[in-house]
């Protein structure tokens, strides 16, 4: 007969809350800072809450929340090394709002706007049989911020499945197909970019 196993430790009820992927410098994911003070206010002490997972960069605003939150002793913060998980533990001091507000992520406004005008633009071009303008003359045209915002729009419109984008070897170096259309932009054959 083999001895009875050792009580478990005791374990507290721990909730895993709505992540989202880190977007910038990191490889984990994380809650909403909104989310989570929404969780602090709410829980009763004792409970706990898993707010991020896998590598988040240190100036992450979850990380920054849940510092913050440890450092004002309403919540204990800490890695949980078995799961992978970044958990905080509500303690018993009522939630106050921090001396400085957190600062939460907020999307970008007007997307729809711009990828609206970028693909007006693009469909006057091809209606012309003009060449694909460059990012930084469509970041114009379109009234963008620049030709980074040009080219990150290009790559949803073609993730839309709105235009198609074709490199060339021929000038301008690419041909940008409407796709509700058929038109394409100009590419001059014969002469290389």
């Known amino acids: 007969m083999s001895p009875a196993p050792a009580p478990s ?17 990191g490889t984990g994911a994380a809650m909403a800072v909104a989310d989570i003070v929404a969780w602090v206010k709410a829980a009763e002490a004792g409970r706990e809450l898993a707010y991020a997972e896998g590598s988040l960069p240190g100036w992450s605003k979850p990380a920054e929340a849940a510092r913050d939150l440890d450092a004002r002793r309403i919540v204990f913060a800490f ?24 600062r939460i992520a907020r999307a970008v406004a007007g ?40 080219s990150y729009l290009l790559k949803l419109l073609v993730k839309d499945g709105e235009i198609a984008n074709r ?5 301008p170096g690419r041909e940008i197909e409407i796709v509700a259309t058929g038109e394409k932009t100009f590419v001059k054959i014969g002469v290389r970019r």
């Open 9 to 25: 430790p005791v374990t507290r009820p721990r909730e895993i809350g709505a992540m989202q992927p880190v977007r910038i410098g």
């Open 79 to 102: 890695f949980d090394g078995r799961s992978g998980h970044y958990v905080m533990r509500r303690l018993d001091a009522p939630y106050s709002p921090p001396p400085k507000p957190f």
């Open 111 to 150: 997307s729809a706007d711009d990828k609206a005008r970028l693909l007006k633009v693009l469909r006057a071009e091809a209606r012309a049989g003009q060449p694909c303008s460059t990012n930084k003359v469509l970041a114009i045209k379109a009234g963008l911020s620049g030709g980074d915002r040009a």
């Open 167 to 171: 490199a060339s070897d021929w000038w």
